[in-house]
């Protein structure tokens, strides 16, 4: 199994799962719940349990939500590459859980926006590079993701990145993502994602544009299943069926159980790869939280 190096978030998550409907300018009854969250941290988290050799890097406050959630990346098997920075928060996310398991989410990334590129490790040959798209998507730890991607090139190493999320996607800029990333081995967009990287109204379409400019893609599609497209290869795989309570982390944990299958020493098929990260999916949207 090949070491990976995972860099991004690190935060808390305050889950509210919703009795009913949103009802604005009234109350409305939900669960409430702590947990640890952050895109990278989570995609860190599912590659320790599942006994991948995983380094996080990132950055927390000083505080005792930054401990705590250091606790909990240790107990999964993770190694850690942390700084603190006593002037800042560690991030907190707020995510609103509607019926059936659409979530909305705010974001005070904290701590996270002060990742600079003395905080990577080099990646050592041989070793897998995973980047979360959240890192590139702000002028402050933008430079630090640049410089993981660059630091990956020059050492070998293959390299993963989710493109993270359209709203700040979009205000970052299309082209401007596509040049900064036309490295990157394998690309985890969702489907929107997807879309709007390529222009493509179709997904499958927008799959193999993607797969023109990296070796392989991995395209979420929520219930519908995933895609995977490597050259001239697009395979479609469907969802588990499984009771959706939150959808929060889903396609994190897709990644790291399609991480986790294509980096060990087998040589799995593209179904074999997607059905490893949609079983792990499957696992996480069935309760409340990222992981």
Request: hydrophobic letters at 50%; aromatic letters at 2%.
């Amino acid at each position: 199994m090949r070491p990976v190096l995972v860099v991004g978030d690190l935060a808390t998550d305050v889950v509210a799962v919703l009795s009913g409907e949103p009802a604005p300018g009234s109350d409305r009854p939900a669960s409430i719940r702590t947990r640890g969250g952050g895109a990278g941290a989570n995609v860190a988290v599912h590659l320790g349990r599942l006994g991948v050799p995983v380094t996080f890097a990132g950055c927390i406050g000083a505080d005792a939500a930054g401990s705590a959630l250091l606790g909990e990346l240790t107990a999964a098997g993770v190694d850690l590459a942390v700084r603190v920075v006593p002037a800042a928060a560690t991030g907190t996310i707020v995510s609103l859980v509607e019926p059936g398991g659409q979530r909305s989410m705010l974001a005070d990334r904290g701590a996270n926006l002060d990742l600079a590129p003395g905080d990577v490790p080099a990646p050592a040959s041989g070793e897998h590079l995973h980047l979360s798209g959240y890192t590139l998507l702000d002028p402050r730890p933008r430079p630090a993701g640049l410089a993981a991607l660059a630091s990956a090139a020059a050492a070998g190493a293959t390299t993963s990145l989710d493109p993270a999320s359209t709203g700040p996607l979009t205000a970052y800029g299309v082209d401007r993502w596509l040049a900064d990333t036309a490295g990157v081995t394998l690309v985890l967009p969702n489907a929107d994602e997807a879309r709007l990287l390529t222009g493509c109204a179709d997904v499958a379409d927008a799959a193999r544009a993607l797969a023109a400019r990296h070796p392989a893609v991995a395209v979420t599609l929520g219930a519908e299943g995933a895609l995977w497209c490597s050259g001239d290869v697009l395979v479609h795989r469907p969802a588990l069926p499984t009771e959706v309570v939150d959808t929060t982390g889903a396609g994190d944990a897709f990644t790291a159980g399609l991480l986790a299958a294509w980096l060990a020493d087998e040589q799995p098929t593209p179904a074999g790869l997607l059905d490893a990260g949609l079983a792990l999916a499957a696992t996480a949207v069935a309760r409340p939280g990222a992981r």
